[in-house]
């Protein structure tokens, strides 16, 4: 089991920027990659950035550029730095760590912060 916690949702001005947390506890070990999603009202859960167990980050096309997940590995926290926000960008941002122990994979979802742009 994992357990992941979020902070950092806030009404940022568009051009602004963001930084969210997620902190993890639990079996950490289990953890094989960790992922950012969003989703907006109305529209599917998009996935846009992941981070593997080795520290190797993939970015979708459409956040590419204007955003990066470093991560803490001593406080398991990985976090959202995102800049140059856009209209699109409002939704409900979810931390997901995807774990695989022997052949079996589980998926676990922080509780979810909202992100508002608006000028």
């Known amino acids: 089991q994992v357990q992941l916690v979020e902070s950092g949702g806030c009404l940022v001005q568009p051009g602004g920027s963001l930084r969210l947390s997620c902190v993890a506890s639990?079996?950490?070990?289990?953890?094989?990659?960790m992922g950012w999603y969003r989703q907006a009202p109305g529209k599917q859960r998009e996935l846009f950035a992941t981070i593997t167990s080795a520290g190797t980050t993939n970015y979708a096309d459409n956040v590419k550029g204007r955003i990066i997940i470093p991560r803490d590995t001593a406080k398991n926290t990985v976090f959202l730095q995102m800049n140059s926000l856009k209209p699109e960008d409002p939704a409900v941002y979810y931390c997901?760590?995807?774990?695989?122990?022997?052949?079996?994979?589980?998926?676990?979802w922080g509780q979810g912060t909202q992100v508002t742009v608006s000028s």
């Open positions: 639990g079996s950490i070990y289990s953890i094989n990659y």
């Open positions: 997901n760590a995807h774990t695989l122990v022997v052949v079996i994979p589980a998926d676990y």
